[in-house]
């Protein structure tokens, strides 16, 4: 069956960076293109950044310039390097394929604080 680990999330100073991993099985994964997404409290889940499987990316304009998607096809493993983290930055990070698969991981949380 489908399966997302997500790894890498902490706590982190504004300012800071962190690179999430995300382990995929059960899936062909390099015919899908992948995503890392995220959700605040309170707030709905957002896609953050799109990887294609041959390395074609897009971001949402309040990450672009700050984060960088990528991908391993061998490893079958997503990754989301992210610099400059502000406070809004906080959230519980998830990857799926793009468009979203009903099946989640459990997320790997960041926090972006002082």
């Known amino acids: 069956q489908v399966q997302f680990v997500e790894s890498g999330g902490g706590l982190v100073q504004p300012g800071g960076s962190l690179r999430l991993s995300c382990a995929a099985s059960?899936?062909?994964?390099?015919?899908?293109?992948m995503g890392w997404y995220r959700q605040a409290p309170g707030k709905h889940r957002e896609l953050v950044a799109t990887?294609?499987?041959?390395?074609?990316?897009n971001y949402a304009d309040s990450v672009k310039g700050r984060f960088t998607i990528s991908r391993d096809n061998v490893q079958n493993t997503v990754y989301l390097q992210m610099n400059s983290l502000e406070p809004e930055d906080t959230a519980v990070y998830y990857c799926?394929?793009?468009?979203?698969?009903?099946?989640w991981g459990q997320g790997t949380q960041v926090s972006v604080s002082s």
């Open positions: 059960g899936i062909i994964f390099k015919i899908f293109v």
């Open positions: 990887v294609t499987s041959g390395g074609s990316t």
């Open positions: 799926n394929v793009q468009p979203a698969f009903a099946y």
